[in-house]
T-cell receptor, first 116, second 114 residues
Framework: DTGVSQDPRHKITKRGQNVTFRCDPISEHNRLYWYRQTLGQGPEFLTYFQNEAQLEKSRLLSDRFSAERPKGSFSTLEIQRTEQGDSAMYLC??????????????FGPGTRLTVL | AQSVTQLGSHVSVSEGALVLLRCNYSSSVPPYLFWYVQYPNQGLQLLLKYTSAATLVKGINGFEAEFKKSETSFHLTKPSAHMSDAAEYFCAVTLAGNNRKLIWGLGTSLAVNP
């Protein structure tokens, strides 16, 4: 069990550029979550996948944000036309998705985005 | 809608002293509750979780938390603080049957003084 991995760990970009982050969940975990965390705040839910289906998106996820999980394994989060307000830590988590069980989410180390 | 309030954004204790981090939740149905710890520049690590079984939950690193429905609380405690406990602690809630997204408190930064 190698844990949740995220790439890159840090990304610095200029305003207006597009960025893409990748998350590799724990193998056999069928749920995958994206959260955003700004300094001094708790994480905020962005979106959630059950296998390859994106089942819920937060209103925080503007049309500049898109997430995919094409084969139900890794996921990507893309931000188009980045703004300074997008600067944050982007966290990915995965869980087994076992029905009837408390579904514990395991987190990756995060990708810290800085928009200049 | 469910929510989480963590009282005290910063808590400072001496090494060896009791650690008490407060968490109150709001939920119309029985919740699942979690405590996570975040060390600098690292991801979130699960400390413990409440799953509607035992109300006193023991977690890793000597931490435990007690679910009190009457007080809508899930406070985190540790009898004796260690320097390595210095970190950010987050309380989170989710509902059974939901998509299980976590709703988070703002976090409490724990400092441990020698």
């Amino acid at each position: 069990d190698t844990g949740v991995s995220q790439d890159p760990r840090h990304k610095i970009t200029k305003r207006g550029q597009n960025v893409t982050f990748r998350c590799d969940p724990i193998s056999e975990h069928n749920r995958l979550y994206w959260y955003r965390q700004t300094l001094g705040q708790g994480p905020e839910f962005l979106t959630y996948f059950q296998n390859e289906a994106q089942l819920e998106k937060s209103r925080l996820l503007s049309d500049r944000f898109s997430a995919e999980r094409p084969k139900g394994s890794f996921s990507t989060l893309e931000i188009q036309r980045t703004e300074q307000g997008d600067s944050a830590m982007y966290l990915c988590a995965s869980s087994r998705g076992t029905s009837g069980d408390v579904d514990t989410q395991y987190f990756g180390p995060g990708t810290r985005l800085t928009v200049l | 809608a469910q929510s989480v309030t963590q009282l005290g954004s910063h808590v400072s204790v001496s090494e060896g002293a009791l650690v008490l981090l407060r968490c109150n939740y709001s939920s119309s149905v029985p919740p699942y509750l979690f405590w996570y710890v975040q060390y600098p520049n690292q991801g979130l690590q699960l400390l413990l979780k409440y799953t509607s079984a035992a109300t006193l939950v023991k977690g890793i690193n000597g931490f435990e938390a007690e679910f009190k429905k009457s007080e809508t609380s899930f406070h985190l405690t540790k009898p004796s603080a260690h320097m390595s406990d210095a970190a950010e602690y987050f309380c989170a809630v989710t509902l059974a049957g939901n998509n299980r997204k976590l709703i988070w408190g703002l976090g409490t930064s724990l400092a441990v003084n020698p």
